[in-house]
């Protein structure tokens, strides 16, 4: 990204700079956390004996409607947010306090995504190291690799999303895989079945 124009600001402006985007930045992980909360409840909680999902009550047939239509978010987005705060309301639930423990969304949803590493019992062990480390660090802390991990995306329909997320939670539930992307390379790679005959 090329800057073409660049403003001259004095010592004490780029101090005050940095603290208003400091600032912003603070604000920016609490409203994102309490975001993730929200949609996390709106994601699992059901209304009346049925458990009719909440956001159909509000005239929303999916979550993906609800979320694309009324909040303006892409629902992987939403999913990921709902992910995440899945692990810290339920995995580490009493480890977990938001006052305390509440990091950038990117060092939270990558401690989130290692639920074999990250337990309730070394959860704060985790979060200084996260504090003190970049996210690109972190991630390569919690993968156990020293090289840059490379990232990628599905676009999936909302069924074959909830299928694969069933089952690397089926996979990640046996103890067999240390973290989802291993777990997900176990869907996607075809099985050696032998043919009959």
């Not at 996390?40 to 929303?60: A, D, N, R």
């Not at 990250?118 to 003190?132: C, I, L, Q, Y």
Request: glycine share 6%; aromatic share 10%; proline share 2%.
């Amino acid at each position: 990204m090329e800057r073409e124009e660049t403003k001259e600001i004095t010592k004490a402006e780029a101090g005050a700079l940095r603290r208003e985007l400091q600032q912003a930045t603070q604000s920016t992980n609490e409203a994102w956390w309490r975001q993730a909360e929200l949609l996390h409840q709106v994601y699992y909680s059901g209304i009346g004996g049925e458990l009719k999902p909440v956001f159909e009550t509000w005239g929303y047939e999916t979550f993906h409607d609800y979320v694309e239509n009324e909040l303006g978010l892409h629902v992987g987005t939403a999913r990921s947010m709902v992910s995440t705060a899945h692990f810290y309301v339920v995995r580490m639930k009493g480890a977990f306090s938001a006052k305390q423990h509440l990091l950038s969304r990117q060092r939270m949803r990558a401690l989130a995504c290692y639920p074999n590493k990250v337990k309730p019992e070394n959860f704060n062990n985790w979060v200084t190291m996260a504090r003190n480390m970049t996210v690109c660090a972190l991630e390569h802390k919690l993968e156990g690799r020293h090289e840059h991990v490379k990232k990628f995306s599905l676009s999936l329909s909302e069924s074959d999303y909830a299928l694969i997320k069933e089952a690397l939670d089926q996979l990640m539930a046996t103890g067999s895989y240390d973290n989802r992307g291993k777990a997900l390379l176990a869907i996607l790679r075809p099985s050696k079945v032998r043919k009959a005959g």
